[in-house]
């Protein structure tokens, strides 16, 4: 029986792959409306954490149901829920078993949706309970016969499916089947052997080397997958395919990336709550929120190709040069974004060079066509093959392509940006779908919310919108076209609902609500635009990392201190010339003049090694993370240095520049660095000193720190790039994505030594990596001596918060104790475990 009164859904709505890719087991999902669990059978309670945010209970036969409340709610520790019964108790269906606060915990929590599942694997539903309202007590569903458990992937010779060359078949057990990641892990196996891995599946065939060939099998879990070899013994091929699938088994296991630090955790997560009223229409909440503003209808313009060629050698070069831009551009969009935006642009840049798209569009070549003609031919082949699948999730990934083929078509036709819509203020954005990147090139202040015909819940789209924290509605159908163009809609994205024609008095109570919503989140950051202490009075800073005037608004309206990092390469890449003094002040003093005098950490270009600049005649690199790159290059380039260090030194009101000097290894390249400074500071006729700081990205720089703070005044640690040094471990590499963590107890031994270097110079000590935005490592920094974080605009008002529930006493004592422990993991237990996520509900 339903343990609560709520909306019951399906569990595919819960935002939460454990429970939506049933890895728990099969059921359904509450998305509460009153804060009272009772027992859902007769039986006796099994689980029931101090936590109080979930139960287990066991009825009859031995099954077992799993209630847990929202998701993500084991970091509230207990706050809003209070337990009934105590582990053990026998209880009779219907009994009340937890109270919680809704309203609190649908604040702190990532959903409220509730998902109640069977543990059991295999077990068969019966009598399931449609979507719509459900009171507590009323059927939700009926637990049959328990079929045996699929097996798992074999490695023994199976019967070849067919006649004709020898193969294996192998059963995926992968509760979401060959999606994204596992196809890119196998697709990396197979690449390694060299030779081609055939796959095969629901008649349909595909290289394993390729990502997109691989989801577009469309294979789910129990499906057969046949693999034949061509060119290796088939045992070989067998055992790459088996590997990179039991390497996705493990990896979906642990598939439970720490939160991304949030400003404003939403209200709600619904579908479709209520049924439409007249003058509404019911889409699906992707992104929960409420808007109020003018429609603004976007159209895609497709970008012109020719299709006749100039011969194949120009236009493979053409494609070639292409791609590689896009790529450039992307991984530094990767490694300067938050958590969603680096694991969707790692999607894409998988894409990029799927060899299925590249031999592909190398065919229409060589038939004469065009490279913008073959790259659209390629993408649009996989794109019409992933869209005949009956797996939302991969047909969602058809975005992904489309975006990969217009970031081509641009950078073909010398463009970058998709898209230059000019949007009046509080537009609500109506389209039949929407890119990753059309979502980004907008202006996110004057976006209220998005509208869409189509899309999906879990597409990338969604995941930028929601970190954004722009409520988004999606499936609203054809007849979102009817809309028209400047209309007053109210996009109710809690309740799933799109008002097209509102009253006037509707209007006015919608805008009322706008209006209280905005200024709870102002009061958030009006307190964020407080200087920042600690509980017990020390001064920490926390300031923005920024690539753009864009960013350094968003950090300044979000409470930045100042800017910690200008990521000054956005300039340097993707381009014929170097930009010249006149062309970097005019961007600098930009970002300056965003920051109203708050001071300004402008770190030299960081190119070369896996950056290469065409103007630069730099070596291919064999090792690129190890080659000529951030201060080698500004060194052994110095006029390009000079001209970069004149324009930075030339930035008004003087004294608000600090530099930061990247890829340090040792003290001559900041005495080298030094020289220039001082040099350019007498050319420029400037007194005051100019403040140098060094990164900390190499484990030399962090070991030699109390040597290079006799030459600077700060050390601003680059926690993205040491992480890669000390755990030789690549900050891109998919695969290893979950083990790059910087909470590494080797890591923050490193980060103890600057810590403690700067505490003994008492010279300042920052972090401008991206753990700087991580509730765990937070308290560990503070402990470590770190005084100043420097993270993405949108998490500063958290950061700030957090900082003033915690005091340096408590921080060093826990930072003492994870320098001793033998794994990231054990550190953020032990962190969770001692500081939990205070102030997180607030
Ligand atoms: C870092 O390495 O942590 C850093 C801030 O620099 P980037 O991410 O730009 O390499
Ligand atoms: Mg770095």
Same mark, same amino acid.
């Given at each position: 029986?339903?343990?609560?009164?709520?909306?019951?859904?399906?569990?595919?709505?819960?935002?939460?792959?454990?429970?939506?890719?049933?890895?728990?087991?099969?059921?359904?999902?509450? /998305?509460?409306?009153?804060?009272?669990?009772?027992?859902?059978?007769?039986?006796?309670?099994?689980?029931?954490?101090?936590?109080?945010?979930?139960?287990?209970?066991?009825?009859?036969?031995?099954?077992?149901?799993?209630?847990?409340?929202?998701?993500?709610?084991?970091?509230?520790?207990?706050?809003?829920? #209070?337990?009934?019964?105590?582990?053990?108790?026998?209880?009779?269906?219907?009994?009340?078993?937890?109270?919680?606060?809704?309203?609190?915990?649908?604040?702190?929590?990532?959903?409220?949706?509730?998902?109640?599942?069977?543990?059991?694997?295999?077990?068969?539903?019966?009598?399931?309970?449609?979507?719509? $309202?459900?009171?507590?007590?009323?059927?939700?569903?009926?637990?049959?016969?328990?079929?045996?458990?699929?097996?798992?992937?074999?490695?023994?010779?199976?019967?070849?499916?067919?006649?004709?060359?020898?193969?294996?078949?192998?059963?995926?057990?992968?509760?979401?089947?060959?999606?994204?990641?596992?196809?890119?892990?196998?697709?990396?196996?197979?690449?390694?052997?060299?030779?081609?891995?055939?796959?095969?599946?629901? *008649?349909?065939?595909?290289?394993?080397?390729?990502?997109? *060939?691989?989801?577009?099998?469309?294979?789910?879990?129990? /499906?057969?997958?046949?693999?034949?070899?061509?060119?290796?013994?088939?045992?070989?091929?067998?055992?790459?395919?088996?590997?990179?699938? =039991?390497?996705?088994?493990?990896?979906?296991?642990?598939?439970?990336?720490?939160?991304?630090?949030?400003?404003?955790?939403?209200?709600?997560?619904?579908?479709?709550?209520?049924?439409?009223?007249?003058?509404?229409?019911?889409?699906?909440?992707?992104?929960?929120?409420?808007?109020?503003?003018?429609?603004?209808?976007?159209?895609?313009?497709?970008?012109?190709?020719?299709?006749?060629?100039?011969?194949?050698?120009?236009?493979?070069?053409? !494609?070639?040069?292409?791609?590689?831009?896009?790529?450039?551009?992307?991984?530094?969009?990767?490694?300067?974004?938050?958590?969603?935006?680096?694991?969707?642009?790692?999607?894409?840049?998988?894409?990029?060079?799927? $060899?299925?798209?590249?031999?592909?569009?190398?065919?229409?070549?060589?038939?004469?066509?065009?490279?913008?003609?073959?790259?659209?031919?390629?993408?649009?082949?996989?794109?019409?093959?992933?869209?005949?699948?009956?797996?939302?999730?991969?047909? #969602?990934?058809?975005?992904?392509?489309?975006?990969?083929?217009?970031?081509?078509?641009?950078?073909?036709?010398?463009?970058?940006?998709?898209?230059?819509?000019?949007?009046?203020?509080?537009?609500?954005?109506?389209?039949?779908?929407?890119?990753?990147? #059309?979502?980004?090139?907008?202006?996110?202040?004057?976006?209220?919310?998005?509208?869409?015909?189509?899309?999906?819940?879990?597409?990338?789209?969604?995941?930028?919108?929601?970190?954004?924290?722009?409520?988004?509605?999606?499936?609203?159908?054809?007849?979102?076209?009817?809309?028209?163009?400047?209309?007053?809609?109210?996009?109710?994205? /809690?309740?799933?609902?799109?008002?097209?024609? $509102?009253?006037?008095?509707?209007?006015?109570?919608?805008?009322?609500?706008?209006?209280?919503?905005?200024?709870?989140?102002?009061?958030?950051?009006?307190?964020?635009?407080?200087?920042?202490?600690?509980?017990?009075?020390?001064?920490?800073?926390?300031?923005?990392?920024?690539?753009?005037?864009?960013?350094?608004?968003?950090?300044?309206?979000?409470?930045?201190?100042?800017?910690?990092?200008?990521?000054?390469?956005?300039?340097?890449?993707?381009?014929?010339?170097?930009?010249?003094?006149?062309?970097?002040?005019?961007?600098?003093?930009?970002?300056?003049?965003?920051?109203?005098?708050?001071?300004?950490?402008?770190?030299?270009?960081?190119?070369?090694?896996?950056?290469?600049?065409?103007?630069?005649?730099?070596?291919?690199?064999?090792?690129?993370?190890? *080659?000529?790159?951030?201060?080698?290059?500004?060194?052994?380039?110095?006029?390009?240095?000079?001209?970069?260090?004149?324009?930075?030194?030339?930035?008004?009101?003087?004294?608000?520049?600090?530099?930061?000097?990247?890829?340090?290894?040792?003290?001559?390249?900041?005495?080298?660095?030094?020289?220039?400074?001082?040099?350019?500071?007498?050319?420029?006729?400037?007194?005051?000193?100019?403040?140098?700081?060094?990164?900390? =990205?190499?484990?030399?720089?962090?070991?030699?720190?109390?040597?290079?703070?006799? #030459?600077? /005044?700060?050390?601003?640690?680059?926690?993205?790039? !040491?992480?890669?040094?000390?755990?030789?471990?690549?900050?891109?590499?998919?695969?290893?994505?979950?083990?790059?963590?910087?909470?590494?107890?080797?890591?923050?031994?490193?980060?103890?030594?600057?810590?403690?270097?700067?505490?003994?110079?008492?010279?300042?000590?920052?972090?401008?990596? *991206?753990?700087?935005?991580?509730?765990?490592?937070?308290?560990?920094?503070?402990?470590?001596?770190?005084?100043?974080?420097?993270?993405?605009?949108?998490?500063?008002?958290?950061?700030?918060?957090?900082?003033?529930?915690?005091?340096?006493?408590?921080?060093?004592?826990?930072?003492?104790?994870?320098?001793?422990?033998?794994?990231?993991?054990?550190?953020?237990?032990?962190?969770?475990?001692?500081?939990?996520?205070?102030?997180?509900?607030?």
């Amino acid at each position: 029986m339903a343990p609560l009164d709520g909306w019951c859904t399906s569990l595919d709505e819960v935002p939460d792959e454990v429970f939506a890719g049933r890895m728990l087991g099969d059921g359904l999902a509450i /998305d509460p409306t009153n804060g009272i669990v009772c027992a859902p059978c007769d039986g006796q309670i099994v689980t029931l954490p101090n936590s109080g945010h979930a139960v287990s209970i066991r009825g009859a036969q031995g099954i077992e149901v799993l209630i847990h409340i929202g998701i993500d709610t084991v970091q509230l520790a207990g706050r809003g829920f #209070e337990a009934r019964v105590k582990p053990g108790a026998q209880v009779r269906a219907g009994e009340e078993l937890i109270r919680f606060d809704l309203n609190r915990v649908a604040r702190a929590a990532k959903s409220l949706i509730t998902p109640v599942v069977v543990t059991l694997d295999g077990a068969v539903l019966n009598s399931r309970r449609g979507s719509g $309202p459900v009171k507590a007590g009323e059927l939700l569903f009926e637990i049959g016969d328990t079929p045996p458990q699929s097996p798992a992937p074999s490695k023994e010779p199976q019967p070849a499916a067919a006649a004709g060359p020898p193969q294996h078949a192998i059963t995926v057990t992968l509760p979401q089947g060959l999606h994204a990641r596992p196809a890119a892990l196998l697709a990396r196996r197979a690449k390694a052997i060299g030779v081609p891995i055939i796959l095969s599946a629901h *008649g349909r065939e595909s290289d394993a080397r390729s990502v997109v *060939g691989i989801m577009a099998l469309g294979v789910r879990n129990g /499906d057969q997958l046949l693999i034949r070899s061509q060119g290796c013994a088939l045992p070989d091929a067998v055992a790459a395919v088996v590997a990179g699938l =039991e390497e996705a088994q493990r990896l979906d296991a642990a598939h439970s990336p720490p939160r991304a630090v949030s400003t404003a955790a939403p209200e709600r997560s619904n579908s479709s709550a209520r049924a439409p009223k007249p003058g509404e229409m019911a889409g699906v909440c992707a992104v929960p929120g409420f808007a109020v503003g003018r429609a603004v209808r976007i159209e895609r313009r497709e970008i012109e190709v020719t299709e006749q060629g100039q011969g194949g050698m120009h236009e493979k070069a053409e !494609l070639d040069r292409a791609r590689a831009n896009v790529k450039l551009r992307l991984e530094r969009m990767r490694n300067a974004g938050g958590a969603e935006r680096q694991e969707i642009i790692g999607a894409h840049l998988e894409f990029l060079d799927d $060899p299925v798209l590249n031999e592909s569009a190398a065919e229409f070549i060589s038939q004469g066509k065009s490279a913008g003609f073959a790259w659209r031919g390629a993408t649009r082949r996989s794109i019409s093959a992933l869209q005949a699948l009956e797996d939302s999730r991969l047909r #969602e990934r058809a975005d992904d392509l489309m975006d990969v083929e217009s970031h081509v078509l641009l950078a073909l036709a010398g463009e970058a940006r998709p898209l230059h819509l000019p949007l009046p203020e509080q537009a609500v954005l109506l389209a039949d779908d929407l890119l990753p990147s #059309e979502l980004t090139a907008l202006d996110r202040r004057r976006l209220a919310g998005i509208a869409l015909s189509g899309g999906g819940a879990t597409s990338h789209v969604a995941i930028l919108a929601a970190a954004m924290e722009i409520p988004m509605l999606i499936g609203l159908g054809a007849a979102l076209r009817g809309v028209g163009e400047g209309q007053s809609v109210i996009l109710d994205a /809690d309740n799933g609902q799109l008002n097209y024609a $509102p009253a006037a008095d509707t209007l006015r109570q919608a805008n009322l609500l706008v209006e209280s919503r905005r200024a709870r989140r102002a009061a958030l950051r009006t307190a964020a635009a407080q200087e920042c202490r600690s509980r017990d009075g020390t001064r920490v800073e926390v300031f923005a990392n920024v690539g753009s005037t864009g960013d350094a608004l968003a950090g300044v309206e979000n409470g930045a201190e100042g800017c910690g990092l200008l990521r000054t390469e956005f300039l340097f890449i993707d381009r014929d010339t170097a930009p010249s003094e006149e062309e970097q002040l005019t961007a600098y003093q930009s970002v300056a003049n965003a920051l109203g005098g708050r001071p300004l950490i402008l770190r030299m270009m960081d190119v070369g090694g896996d950056k290469p600049l065409r103007y630069l005649p730099l070596p291919a690199e064999p090792n690129p993370a190890l *080659g000529l790159r951030g201060v080698r290059t500004a060194l052994s380039h110095p006029e390009l240095m000079r001209t970069q260090l004149r324009a930075a030194l030339r930035v008004t009101p003087r004294g608000i520049t600090r530099l930061l000097i990247p890829m340090v290894t040792d003290r001559s390249e900041v005495l080298e660095v030094r020289q220039v400074v001082e040099q350019l500071a007498r050319e420029l006729k400037l007194d005051a000193p100019i403040l140098l700081g060094a990164m900390i =990205e190499t484990p030399a720089a962090a070991l030699t720190a109390a040597t290079l703070l006799r #030459e600077v /005044d700060f050390l601003s640690i680059g926690s993205n790039d !040491l992480t890669q040094y000390a755990l030789a471990m690549d900050r891109g590499h998919a695969a290893l994505a979950r083990r790059t963590d910087a909470l590494h107890p080797a890591v923050l031994q490193l980060i103890a030594a600057a810590g403690g270097a700067g505490e003994a110079a008492g010279k300042l000590v920052a972090v401008c990596g *991206g753990v700087a935005a991580d509730r765990s490592a937070v308290p560990i920094l503070l402990g470590l001596g770190v005084r100043e974080l420097s993270v993405v605009p949108a998490a500063i008002p958290a950061v700030k918060h957090q900082i003033g529930e915690l005091t340096i006493t408590d921080c060093q004592a826990i930072a003492q104790r994870c320098l001793d422990l033998g794994s990231a993991a054990e550190v953020r237990s032990l962190v969770e475990q001692h500081i939990g996520h205070a102030g997180e509900d607030s």
